[in-house]
Structure formats: C-alpha cells, structure tokens
C-alpha cells in the first residue's frame, strides 16, 4: 500500500513519456499503382489482398482505384463462378460451403441461389 508522502512523491515526480513509434507510410510508384489496378481489374485481388500484398492501407487502396475510375465494393458474380455454384450446388454442397470454396460470403451465394 502506498502512503500519504509516497504518493505525492509518485505524483510530484515528472511523467516518463514513452516515444510514439509510427509506421513508415509506403508510396506506391507509378508502376506498381498500374499493378495494382490491373490486378484489381482482373479480379484476381480484393481491396484486402492488394492492401496486404503491397503493404499498403485498405483504404488507400480504394481511394486510389475510385481515383482511377474504377467502382469498389461488392463485384458481381462472373460467369464462372455461377457454373461452380451451380455445379458445386448440384453436388448436395451447401451455400457456406460454396462461399468457403468460392472465397465468398455465403449470402451472396444464397442471392444468386434464390435461397
């Protein structure tokens, strides 16, 4: 337990600040926001999987693909993805395990489902 005089001399003492440790911020060069787009535009890469392969923010990754023209958000089913559906669905496959499989959330599997 702390005393009277102990806790003044805690109080009185000056505050230890410790130093703010920030990460360094990551610009992109010109080439590399080209890849980015490019491998956004192939949807081969969520707005998550570019952030973490270019070691850059999310959100800095959707300012720079609006910035380019490009809508971000929920992209629609392809063609081939609705055949795996359909096929994957056929084989007694339920809509989470299709959205697991598919890299999906499963109400979108269920949307196109009718379910």
Excluded: W
Aim: glycine share 8%; hydrophobic share 40%; charged share 30%.
């Amino acid at each position: 337990m702390v005393m009277g005089a102990d806790l003044s001399n805690i109080l009185a003492s000056p505050v230890r600040e410790l130093p703010l440790q920030h990460d360094r911020q990551r610009r992109l060069s010109a080439a590399e926001a080209d890849e980015l787009v490019g491998l956004y535009r192939d949807d081969t890469c969520s707005t998550y999987d570019l952030a973490e392969r270019f070691g850059i923010n999310r959100e800095t990754v959707a300012r720079l693909l609006k910035a380019r023209g490009l809508i971000v958000g929920q992209r629609p089913l392809n063609n081939f993805e609705k055949e795996q559906i359909e096929t994957l669905r056929a084989k007694g496959l339920s809509a989470n395990a299709i959205g697991l499989h598919l890299g999906r959330d499963p109400k979108t599997v269920r949307g196109y489902l009718g379910a």
